[in-house]
């Protein structure tokens, strides 16, 4: 079996008579490390379907292929057999519809039965030489739809793209409490709370933090809204929203009552992104779960 992720392009005329290693470098976005494992460690550099290296030159028409070399999981991340959701594959990305009570990757207090795992375990039986890379992260009781390169430079991409807001996140939250008004931003500063390893709280020397919502509907007891991250803290939603005083329902790490719900009410239900490769956008969308679906008829009885 070829475990080789085979990446090809035609050059164009903005490229004629350039390096190849300028048309790689500064066309396509290849690290110096991506150049460097097709180098040393079993890749293929064909230009044309001739093997060659980074100083051939290239013209107007050309075909160039990439042969990137098998990945070796990292030894302390070990394969397991699990049910995986998974919403979309294709040879470079896996969008992934993630069950409450699963980690994303592995930790002390989490070490198997993480996301992480079950991706390897399904490239184990796939025959996919690759490890683990996870383009977004939910909490370990946030749902919904997550991406995973499934090759390294399709995980430098996308960090790229993410960063450039290629990468949109919509989730569903219910919160404690009647919500005024259309929607609104909430801007405030995220960092780590002293003496904590996991608590995160709104303070003035933490990272810049911005959340939109928008009210979808307001009970009494509770408000459902929409929301929309322009940056990515760690517990971003849950500390902006127990920073206004309305914790989500489920979230007793920030407040919230467990009556109603044992974990935070929150589902990532929306995941689009450019896909680099296709050169086209994709979009994804995940029903909301039962337990949060049950939260929003009990609100509203």
């Known amino acids: 079996m070829d475990n080789h992720v085979n990446i090809q392009w035609t050059v164009d005329e903005k490229w004629d008579g350039e390096l190849l290693r300028t048309f790689l470098r500064e066309g396509k976005l290849l690290s110096k490390r991506a150049l460097a494992d097709v180098k040393y460690r079993g890749g293929k550099l064909l230009l044309n379907e001739e093997l060659v290296t980074v100083r051939k030159t290239v013209a107007a028409g050309d075909t160039v292929s990439i042969h990137f070399p098998p990945e070796q999981p990292s030894p302390s991340l070990i394969a397991e057999e699990g049910e995986l959701a998974i919403a979309y594959e294709d040879s470079h990305f896996l969008v992934i519809n993630k069950e409450p009570g699963m980690a994303t990757i592995p930790s ?61 996140r919509r989730y569903l939250a ?25 608590e995160r709280e709104v303070r003035p020397d933490g990272q810049q933090a911005v959340t939109h919502y928008e009210i979808e509907k307001a009970f009494k007891a509770g408000t459902i809204v929409r929301v929309k991250l322009e940056t990515g803290r760690t517990h971003q939603i849950r500390v902006h929203f127990s920073s206004i005083g309305h914790p989500l329902v489920g979230d007793d790490l920030y407040g919230a009552s467990l009556l109603l719900l044992s974990r935070q009410a929150l589902h990532s239900y929306s995941l689009s992104f450019y896909h680099p490769f296709l050169e086209k956008n994709l979009q994804f969308q995940s029903t909301i779960p039962c337990d949060i679906q049950a939260v929003i008829e009990a609100l509203d009885e």
């Open 108 to 168: 002390r207090d989490h070490p198997s039965g993480t996301l992480a795992n079950l991706v390897l375990g399904y490239y184990l039986k796939k025959g996919i030489r690759a490890t683990f890379h996870a383009v977004n992260r939910l909490d370990k009781d946030t749902s919904g739809l997550l991406l995973v390169a499934k090759h390294r430079f399709a995980h430098d991409l996308m960090s790229k793209l993410q960063q450039a807001g290629k990468l949109e």
């Open 174 to 198: 219910v919160v404690e409490g009647r919500l005024e008004g259309e929607g609104g931003t909430i801007d405030a500063p995220i960092g780590r709370k002293e003496e904590s390893l996991i």
